[in-house]
C-alpha cells in the first residue's frame, strides 16, 4: 500500500505563486504516476497534472499549461506542484493521487489541500 500526505496550500492574491507538496510512504517502489486534481465548491473534481513517477514525464490540463509544474524528488518521495500565476478560478482543494504498477485505478489519495486565490 502507498500512503499520501500533502502540504502546500494557502490564501495568496492573484498573481502570487504555491507550490504544493505531496510525500509517499509504504510501497512507493510500486508507484507509476502522481496524479493531481483539485475540486472548486459546486464542481466536479477535475485533473491538473501528472508525472510519471520514473521517468518524469508530465502533462498538464489546459487551464493550467504554462503556469503550473509538477516535479518529483524520488529520494524524499515527493511530488510538486507549482504553481504559478494562479487566478481566483484556481481555487480549490487540491488532491493528489498514486496509481500503482499493473492498476488502473487510483491506489491512494492525499487528504487535500486548500487553495484560495483572492483577486
Known amino acids: 500500500q502507498v500512503q499520501l500526505v500533502e502540504s502546500g496550500g494557502g490564501l495568496v492574491q492573484a498573481g502570487d505563486s504555491l507550490r504544493l507538496s505531496c510525500t509517499a510512504s509504504?510501497?512507493?517502489?510500486?508507484?507509476?504516476?502522481i496524479d493531481w486534481f483539485r475540486q472548486a465548491p459546486g464542481k466536479d473534481r477535475e485533473f491538473v497534472a501528472t508525472?510519471?513517477?520514473?521517468?518524469?514525464?508530465?502533462e498538464y490540463a489546459d487551464p493550467v499549461k504554462g503556469r503550473f509544474t509538477a516535479s518529483k524528488d524520488n529520494t524524499e518521495n515527493t511530488a510538486y506542484l507549482q504553481m504559478n500565476s494562479l487566478k481566483p478560478e484556481d481555487t480549490a482543494v487540491y488532491y493528489c493521487?498514486?496509481?500503482?504498477?499493473?492498476?488502473?485505478?487510483?491506489?491512494?489519495w492525499g487528504q487535500g489541500t486548500q487553495v484560495t486565490v483572492s483577486s
Open positions: 509504504g510501497y512507493t517502489t510500486t508507484m507509476s504516476r
Open positions: 508525472i510519471l513517477w520514473y521517468t518524469g514525464g508530465t
Open positions: 493521487a498514486a496509481r500503482l504498477y499493473g492498476f488502473t485505478e487510483y491506489n491512494a
